[in-house]
């Protein structure tokens, strides 16, 4: 049977979108990076998320079959991304009715396609789609709510003999208009990638959206930190934890450090590390 290249969803006629591989530059949404929307945990979270700070409202739940999306799942969310600005950018149709292969996926979040990667790459997906956010982020009034999930349809098609052929999804709505904003969307590095612990992945995504490229850098309470991230850890537990990452120094382009305010408050600061520290990171990264 030809491939249907047109899908209706809730009344919309979504034209599929091929994407595309090669060398295309990582970009991650804002609102991701500001938020606390995934488990920072490998382990499986069903708690739900309940944040609230000043007029921002999130809850992100999670079922009891596939637990919480966590911030690796959410490189699926960078590639897609990724893939609509590079595609918009060069005068192409866009949709978030998306098709590609599961290499394509596997190799810009830096993975290899072996057979375990593609079954951790599918339970990512059912993640996405299961767990559900309600917000009130980017929504014209304050008594107004967005509720979704990361991934609306999500299926894989097979050949005759069972073998992958590829994967087709849909992004909900509130994702894909947040990623066609260009005030809305950052590029990262892509040694992003490389991150192993979930809390040091969330710390990269928020001072990257917070620090940017300023000279001077940002910095942030640890307590108010703690609470930003929806991590499940006690206080003391993640102060320790970042304590460890700013021994380690892991994220590419930016140095963390530690202070005390007059006040008594531990506080993270971070500023984008000089050109030579930021290159020899990306060397180490390569070297074998």
Do not use: C
């Not at 595309?20 to 530059?25: L, N, P, Q």
């Not at 596939?66 to 699926?76: C, F, L, R």
């Amino acid at each position: 049977m030809p491939r249907a290249t047109h899908r209706t969803y809730q009344g919309q006629q979504l034209e599929l979108f091929q994407a595309r591989g090669g060398d295309i530059a990582a970009r991650d949404a804002q609102d991701l990076m500001s938020w606390p929307f995934f488990s920072l945990a490998k382990s499986r979270r069903v708690r739900p998320i309940d944040f609230k700070m000043g007029d921002i409202t999130i809850r992100v739940e999670a079922t009891a079959e596939h637990g919480m999306a966590t911030i690796w799942d959410a490189d699926i969310l960078i590639w897609a991304a990724s893939q609509i600005v590079e595609a918009r950018d060069k005068g192409l149709r866009t949709s978030r009715f998306m098709s590609a292969t599961p290499y394509e996926i596997l190799t810009f979040i830096n993975r290899d396609d072996s057979a375990r990667s593609y079954e951790r790459l599918k339970a990512a997906l059912d993640r996405l789609q299961s767990t559900t956010i309600v917000t009130s982020i980017r929504q014209p009034s304050e008594r107004r709510r967005h509720r979704f999930s990361w991934i609306a349809e999500w299926k894989e098609r097979l050949d005759d003999k069972g073998q992958a052929l590829g994967i087709e999804m849909i992004l909900p709505d509130w994702f894909y208009a947040g990623v066609l904003d260009d005030a809305l969307i950052l590029t990262i590095d892509e040694a992003y990638f490389d991150l192993t612990g979930g809390l040091e992945r969330w710390l990269y995504r928020l001072v990257r959206k917070h620090g940017g490229r300023q000279t001077w850098g940002w910095s942030f309470d640890l307590e108010h930190l703690h609470l930003k991230s929806g991590s499940l850890s006690p206080f003391r537990r993640f102060r320790f934890e970042v304590r460890a990452i700013v021994a380690r120094q892991p994220l590419v382009g930016y140095r963390l450090a530690l202070s005390i305010d007059l006040d008594g408050r531990e506080r993270l600061t971070f500023r984008p590390a000089p050109p030579e520290r930021a290159a020899s990171k990306r060397m180490q990264r390569v070297a074998p």
